[in-house]
């Protein structure tokens, strides 16, 4: 089952989004009040640039799970575990891998001022 948003190759890029959120990427089912995460997965391993500016300070983490079985999902903290300073703009690369979906969380509600996420594609020989 793949129920997450397919990368290839695009870029998302989300200004002033209108109201904090604990997790960055989300959808709703109209009538429900559902408003769980989109989770990002790619078609080729390569790797995610997300660049971001927070209007407060805030941990951001990436959770990573598998897209075929789902199961438990695996949370990683940017920045070594310490909140990004307000205001500042940060940039981190990670690796991403097809099989897999990643979804970007705060650990506290805070509005994102601005937030990209690019997909890099690995060369070839």
């Known amino acids: 089952m793949n129920d997450g948003l397919q990368v290839r190759g695009r870029r998302f890029a989300l200004i002033a989004l ?6 960055i990427f ?3 089912t109209p009538g ?3 408003t769980g995460s989109t989770r990002l997965s790619v078609t080729k391993a390569g790797a995610f640039r997300v660049t971001v500016i927070l209007a407060s300070a805030a941990k951001l983490k990436v959770g990573v799970a598998n897209a075929v079985t789902g199961g438990t999902q ?3 903290t940017f920045n070594s575990n310490t909140a990004l300073t307000a205001n500042c703009v940060y940039t981190f690369v990670h ?3 097809p099989g897999l979906f990643y979804d970007y969380q705060l650990d506290t509600d ?3 001022d601005y937030l990209q996420i690019d997909e890099v594609s690995l060369g070839t020989a």
Request: without cysteine; neutral net charge.
């Open 26 to 28: 989300r959808a709703s």
């Open 110 to 112: 805070v509005a994102i």
């Open 32 to 34: 429900t009040g559902d």
């Open 18 to 23: 209108g109201g904090a959120n604990t997790d």
């Open 74 to 76: 695996k949370l990683g």
């Open 95 to 97: 690796g991403v891998t």
